[in-house]
């Protein structure tokens, strides 16, 4: 499929409500223009598509949010460098793209560097870089197996995100909550180390083009009845290898 391809299917599936609500971002455009399509939508036609990186390298360079969009989506993550990486964090129109490009179940993130760059972005001047990072970041939260970073890793991302997320951008400080519900649902040590920053500061508000949104509830999120039962949480306390509670194991050893 060629660029002028995807740009007329695009047209074909143009939503003038979502065309409507993109023109209301404004100057947040970054100049690009958009067919008002939905993130559900796009990764339908991206499946469609399937993995193109000649294609996606074409898309990039349009001024078409949608195809960017999908540029993102069918590019090969087997071949995606830290070079490239690099310089498409820079051309994410002022971080208009940064929620597909690091999160949303991200191509990015399915790169073999990914916990690395994550980590390096965190701590980036570059608020962007940073907005990324956490996205990368809450995608690393969902790994399993070999591939998943331990423990100590992200008990060490929770206490950064305590340590700064006061100072933080709206954008970065979703990203970091987002990070921290997806750290939070790994392991009852986790669980709690997340629990414990999301209750210092509460649900993170935020705007959408259609106006203010019911505010990020971390801890809603980590104390569902679901997560409690997975983890062998407990209101009062946290079960071990043998289903007792800490406080249960200290009364039996006295």
Same mark, same amino acid.
């Given at each position: 499929?060629?660029?002028?391809?995807?740009?007329?299917?695009?047209?074909?599936?143009?939503?003038?409500?979502?065309?409507?609500?993109?023109?209301?971002?404004?100057?947040?455009?970054a100049g690009m223009r958009s067919y008002g399509i939905g993130l559900t939508r796009l990764r339908k036609l991206a499946k469609r598509?399937?993995?193109?990186?000649?294609?996606?390298?074409?898309?990039?360079?349009?001024?078409?949010?949608?195809?960017?969009?999908?540029?993102?989506?069918?590019?090969?993550?087997?071949?995606?460098?830290?070079?490239?990486?690099?310089?498409?964090?820079?051309?994410?129109?002022?971080?208009?793209?940064?929620?597909?490009?690091?999160?949303?179940?991200?191509?990015?993130?399915?790169?073999?560097? !990914?916990?690395?760059? =994550? &980590?390096?972005?965190?701590?980036?001047?570059?608020? +962007? *870089?940073?907005?990324? $990072?956490?996205? @990368?970041?809450?995608?690393?939260?969902?790994?399993?197996?070999?591939?998943?970073?331990?423990?100590?890793?992200?008990?060490?991302? !929770?206490?950064?995100? =305590? &340590?700064?997320?006061?100072?933080?951008?709206?954008? +970065? *400080?979703?990203?970091? $909550?987002?990070? @921290?519900?997806?750290?939070?649902?790994?392991?009852?040590?986790?669980?709690?180390?997340?629990?414990?920053?999301?209750?210092?500061?509460?649900?993170?508000?935020?705007?959408?083009?259609?106006?203010?949104?019911?505010?990020?509830?971390?801890?809603?999120?980590?104390?569902?009845?679901?997560?409690?039962?997975?983890?062998?949480?407990?209101?009062?306390?946290?079960?071990?290898?043998?289903?007792?509670?800490?406080?249960?194991?200290?009364?039996?050893?006295?």
């Open positions: 499929m060629t660029v002028s391809e995807v740009l007329a299917l695009l047209d074909a599936e143009r939503d003038e409500r979502g065309m409507s609500n993109w023109e209301k971002l404004g100057p947040s455009t598509i399937g993995r193109n990186r000649e294609l996606a390298h074409a898309l990039w360079k349009t001024d078409v949010y949608d195809a960017r969009v999908i540029a993102l989506l069918v590019d090969d993550p087997a071949r995606i460098t830290r070079e490239q990486a690099e310089k498409q964090v820079e051309e994410l129109a002022g971080g208009m793209l940064a929620h597909v490009f690091a999160s949303c179940d991200a191509t990015l993130a399915k790169t073999s560097f !990914v916990v690395e760059l =994550a &980590d390096q972005w965190v701590r980036s001047d570059d608020p +962007v *870089r940073r907005d990324c $990072g956490y996205g @990368l970041l809450y995608e690393a939260s969902k790994f399993s197996g070999k591939k998943a970073p331990s423990e100590e890793f992200f008990l060490a991302h !929770v206490e950064r995100i =305590a &340590d700064t997320i006061g100072t933080e951008s709206e954008k +970065v *400080r979703l990203s970091m $909550g987002a990070a @921290l519900m997806g750290i939070g649902k790994r392991s009852a040590v986790l669980n709690e180390a997340a629990l414990n920053v999301a209750r210092d500061v509460g649900p993170i508000e935020f705007t959408s083009a259609s106006g203010e949104c019911e505010p990020f509830d971390v801890v809603k999120h980590l104390t569902t009845d679901r997560l409690k039962e997975k983890l062998g949480r407990r209101d009062n306390g946290i079960t071990d290898g043998l289903g007792l509670r800490e406080n249960e194991r200290g009364a039996g050893s006295s």
